[in-house]
């Protein structure tokens, strides 16, 4: 059973990561220096809890930050959620003393793909607040969605920390999300195609 929370809890966290970004990770990692709900002291990642480690994400939040918009940093962000996500999920299997290695491929996997799809979903809302209004109407709307991301994120994160299972439910709710925008991507194509 303690596996199980382990992995739910991990998934959780990598999931939030990706959805909320680094200040989820800073948010967690606060958590574990409170010992609520995650404590990874005594494993091989108590670094979480450090100074160094929290300016890390602190200086990851500001490069998201300065980044937004900006295509070419996309992948780059990402990559650095997915790190932060994968040492969450880690930990959370080393602090129930299990295995830690499978947290860091599944935590960066879990984290890479919600960071893609959060993405996509910001960008469209953010495209759709644009087109609907004045300039600084639009700037606002897409700052509001952005820190509603966040605090979702660390919504997420509570809930992974305190009811683990809750997790499965998030990755299922992801993964029919992202095949509905497959799906209606493929559609759009091939209307596309045929108007040609």
């Not at 990561?17 to 606060?30: E, K, P, Q, R, T």
């Not at 295995?99 to 953010?126: E, K, M, N, R, S």
């Not at 607040?129 to 004045?134: E, L, T």
């Not at 897409?142 to 966040?150: M, P, R, S, V």
Request: with cysteine; charged share 15%.
């Amino acid at each position: 059973m303690d596996l199980f929370y382990g992995i739910c809890q991990g998934l959780g966290l990598a999931l939030a990561i990706g959805i909320g970004g680094a200040l989820v990770a800073l948010f967690a990692s606060m958590m574990a220096s409170l010992e609520a709900g995650f404590d990874p002291d005594g494993t091989d990642f108590d670094f979480i809890t450090a100074t160094w480690y929290l300016v890390v994400l602190f200086v990851v939040i500001v490069l998201a930050i300065l980044a937004r918009g900006r295509e070419a940093a996309r992948l780059p962000i990402i990559a650095l959620l997915a790190a932060t996500g994968a040492i969450a999920f880690a930990a959370s299997l080393a602090e129930e003393g299990e295995t830690f290695w499978p947290g860091l491929i599944l935590g960066a996997v879990a984290t890479g793909f919600t960071a893609l799809i959060a993405g996509q979903v910001l960008d469209g809302a953010i495209e759709r607040a644009r087109g609907s209004g004045p300039d600084e109407a639009a700037a606002s709307a897409a700052n509001t969605l952005i820190i509603g991301f966040a605090f979702t994120g660390m919504l997420l994160a509570a809930l992974a920390l305190y009811l683990p299972p809750v997790s499965i439910a998030v990755a299922l709710f992801l993964l029919a999300l992202f095949a509905g925008r497959r799906r209606r991507a493929g559609e759009k194509y091939e209307g596309l195609r045929i108007l040609r």
